[in-house]
């Protein structure tokens, strides 16, 4: 088992910047895969950006995503940020050797972390 606990999250506007943590507990960290994904109201959960466990991470404009073995953690640094950006951020681990894009694909998920960019 590993509890993820995202943190970081906040009112931020438009333009501006955000970093997200996600700290983990119960196993190491480099036994997974994690992603980011986002949730906005009315929506589906979707992914935003993932990273492998050897630090292969997919790529996507404004938002990146790192990992810190030593620790535990992973971050998402979140760049010139829209109102659409505005979701709920979750954290995501999985036990393979790379990210996947499905929800289903995920073994552990953190609560959540509310990002909200005002125009």
């Known amino acids: 088992q590993v509890q993820l606990v995202e943190s970081g999250g906040g009112l931020v506007q438009a333009g501006g910047s955000l970093r997200l943590s996600c700290v983990a507990s119960?196993?190491?960290?480099?036994?997974?895969?994690m992603a980011w994904f986002r949730q906005a109201p009315g929506k589906e959960r979707e992914f935003v950006v993932g990273?492998?466990?050897n630090g292969a991470s997919s790529l996507r404009g404004r938002f990146t995503i790192s990992r810190d073995n030593a620790k535990n953690t992973v971050y998402l640094q979140t760049n010139s940020l829209k109102p659409e950006d505005t979701a709920v951020y979750y954290c995501?681990?999985?036990?393979?050797?790379?990210?996947?894009?499905?929800?289903?694909?995920?073994?552990?998920w953190g609560p959540g972390t509310q990002v909200t960019v005002s125009s």
């Open positions: 995501a681990a999985r036990g393979g050797m790379t990210w996947r894009l499905e929800v289903s694909e995920y073994d552990y």
């Open positions: 119960g196993r190491t960290l480099s036994t997974f895969s």
């Open positions: 990273i492998s466990r």
